[in-house]
């Protein structure tokens, strides 16, 4: 997907104002007709976030042990996944969706993604709609509005 299909892409996305990502999934879960669920998840191994579709709705696993800045970066980046409808498959992925999700049938599994399942341009793709979706709701905040969220949650 080229750059200008993402921008004609993110054109079209009704992105909630003030932005709340647990919002904007809703949105993007409605246009789909399917159900995102965002689940905080500490200690992903060698992943900070995970896509998982199942037949019934799409799950996004996002590390939960990161400033909430961070967070929201690693949400948009499954998001954009999701979006863009990436279809990578890895069954170390598998592995990992039936070590976080022991109740679910693994046949019901259709997708599961996850960082280092994606081939180079999917994940340049989801990362700079991510990061396009980033800047089209962060721009009226300043610096310090910007650092506060990076570091927000992270005392010393």
Do not use: N
């Not at 997907?1 to 921008?7: E, K, P, Q, T, V």
């Not at 992903?44 to 996002?62: E, K, M, P, R, S």
């Not at 022991?102 to 341009?121: C, F, I, N, Q």
């Not at 610096?143 to 969220?149: E, G, I, N, V």
């Amino acid at each position: 997907m080229s750059a200008r299909r993402l921008r004609k892409l993110l054109r079209g996305l009704d992105i909630p104002v003030p932005f709340d990502v647990s919002s904007f999934a809703g949105r993007i879960a409605a246009r789909r007709g399917r159900p995102i669920h965002l689940m905080p998840f500490a200690g992903l191994t060698g992943v900070c976030g995970l896509w998982i579709a199942t037949d019934a709705a799409d799950i996004i696993f996002f590390e939960e042990e990161t400033a909430p800045f961070h967070q929201e970066h690693i949400v948009l980046h499954e998001l954009s996944h999701v979006l863009c409808d990436h279809y990578p498959a890895s069954a170390s992925l598998t592995e990992m969706a039936e070590l976080l999700l022991p109740s679910l049938d693994p046949a019901l599994v259709r997708r599961v993604l996850g960082r280092t399942g994606y081939s180079t341009e999917e994940e340049r793709e989801a990362e700079l709609l991510a990061t396009l979706i980033r800047q089209r709701v962060h721009t009226g905040t300043t610096l310090a509005d910007r650092l506060h969220a990076a570091f927000d949650g992270f005392h010393g």
